[in-house]
């Protein structure tokens, strides 16, 4: 699981520029209406700046791998966003990035 989701992080070093927009998302909902961009991308973590964030978020890569191992769970709708807050206080950007990922390259 680690070695694929080591693929998964450097396609989005590769993909996320700065500058680039990202619609927010939800399994529940699906878009939010707002964006975030994407300010940097580094082998450590990737910083949005979010529209009602008062600062730049950063978002480690830790939160990323550990919200990958949940994600098919999280998509079937066995794991609600609720529960993923537990495990990350970023849900909201990494569910619409690995969604944004997907839809951009399949």
């Known amino acids: 699981m ?3 989701f080591n693929k998964i992080w450097e396609k989005l070093m590769v993909v996320l520029t700065p500058g680039l927009m990202i619609p927010n998302w939800t ?4 878009y ?6 994407i300010m940097s991308v580094s082998e450590e973590a ?7 964030a008062k600062h730049l978020q950063r978002i480690p890569r830790d939160d990323f791998e550990k919200f990958w191992q949940i ?4 998509q079937s709708g066995r794991i609600p ?3 993923i ?3 990350t ?3 909201k950007y990494i569910i619409s990035i690995l969604h944004w990922l997907e839809t951009k390259t399949i």
């Open 71 to 74: 994600w098919e769970d999280y």
């Open 46 to 52: 990737i910083v949005v700046q979010a529209p009602l």
């Open 81 to 83: 966003r609720g529960e």
């Open 89 to 91: 206080r970023y849900s």
């Open 2 to 4: 680690a070695e694929f």
């Open 85 to 87: 807050t537990e495990l």
């Open 32 to 37: 939010m209406g707002d964006t975030m961009r």
């Open 27 to 30: 399994e529940l909902k699906g």
